[in-house]
């Protein structure tokens, strides 16, 4: 099968899922903004016969690929349901229905059930609202800086807390609760504010606004576990913290899943193996 590999070409990031010389199945990413990367790794190695294919920028991709080689298009949500279904299993889990949230540079919301899927929503608060505001606020740019980074710095004196408001009184929810994301940054006047500390902040905000929301499915649906995927999420430790605290605090599961990056590029993968399985037989 290596002559198969899957492609899922994101906003941001172009991922390719393929097998290796050891016929275990393996990724590499490229930057969504240079496709030529990703052809030269493609004629680089020339026993790949076909493609599947999917994500937002495929038709971008194929005006570079040309028709270089068998390439089969696949709708982006039934990839990322396939590649959902794969990692599940490989990472033993036992889910019947789910909320799928895909922290990509947006994000998107699914409901599975079974063995059918329905995009119930999104928020275009994702990856690529981390980086832009990163960028903006701190000069960092660069993903695993951000991610290093704010996994040390404090939210303290940035965010403001339910306690911070409630001071020397019960609260009516809990005190540690986010009031006001960047709250506290006007009621503590003229405080310096570290680029660990904003960038932990920032984070913070992206990820109790998809969590929020996808909770909110997940109690419209009536199901437990909450799925999140997303190349957001890959050795984001810090994010992956924020997200489990708030979900469990509400009363949810969530899930995360090795290779989380890489559900569509799977999908797409998997889909085209299948397809020349069913030809060859
Ligand atoms: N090496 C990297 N370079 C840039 N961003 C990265 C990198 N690794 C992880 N990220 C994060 O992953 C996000 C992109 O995630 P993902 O690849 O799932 O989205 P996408 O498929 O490109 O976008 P979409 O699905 O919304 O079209 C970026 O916005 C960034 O926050
Ligand atoms: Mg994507």
Same mark, same amino acid.
């Given at each position: 099968m290596q002559n198969v590999i899957g492609i899922d070409a994101g906003g941001t990031l172009t991922k390719v899922a393929y097998i290796n010389e050891q016929h275990e199945m393996d990724f590499v990413v490229f930057p969504s903004n240079d496709f030529s990367q990703v052809k030269t790794w493609i004629e680089s190695?020339? #026993? $790949? =016969?076909e493609i599947g294919l999917t994500g937002g920028r495929t038709k971008q991709l194929l005006d570079v690929l040309k028709t270089m080689k068998s390439i089969q298009y696949l709708v982006e949500f039934e990839a990322t349901f396939k590649g959902v279904k794969y990692l599940l299993k490989k990472n033993g889990h036992q889910v019947e229905n789910a909320i799928i949230s895909n922290i990509g540079t947006g994000t998107s919301i699914h409901y599975l059930d079974g063995e059918s899927h329905v995009r119930v929503g999104g928020t275009g608060v994702g990856g690529g609202t981390l980086t832009g505001l990163a960028t903006i606020m701190t000069? $960092?740019?660069?993903f695993d800086q951000i991610t290093s980074n704010a996994a040390v710095g404090s939210r303290e004196g940035i965010d403001l807390f339910v306690k911070d408001i409630f001071k020397g009184m019960e609260p009516p929810? =809990?005190? #540690?609760?986010?009031?006001? !994301?960047?709250? !506290?940054v006007n009621i503590l006047e003229n405080a310096e504010h570290k680029t660990k500390d904003l960038l932990a902040t920032i984070q913070g905000l992206v990820g109790e606004v998809i969590t929020t929301l996808s909770i909110q499915f997940a109690e419209g649906k009536n199901c437990d576990s909450i799925i999140y995927i997303g190349s957001t999420l890959t050795n984001n430790e810090h994010l992956k913290q924020v997200i489990a605290n708030y979900t469990i605090l509400k009363k949810h599961t969530p899930i995360f899943l090795n290779d989380c990056g890489f559900t569509g590029a799977i999908g797409a993968l998997l889909y085209k193996v299948e397809l020349s399985k069913t030809v060859e037989s």
């Open positions: 190695r020339p #026993h $790949i =016969e000069g $960092i740019s660069d929810i =809990e005190g #540690h609760l986010t009031a006001s !994301n960047f709250g !506290n």
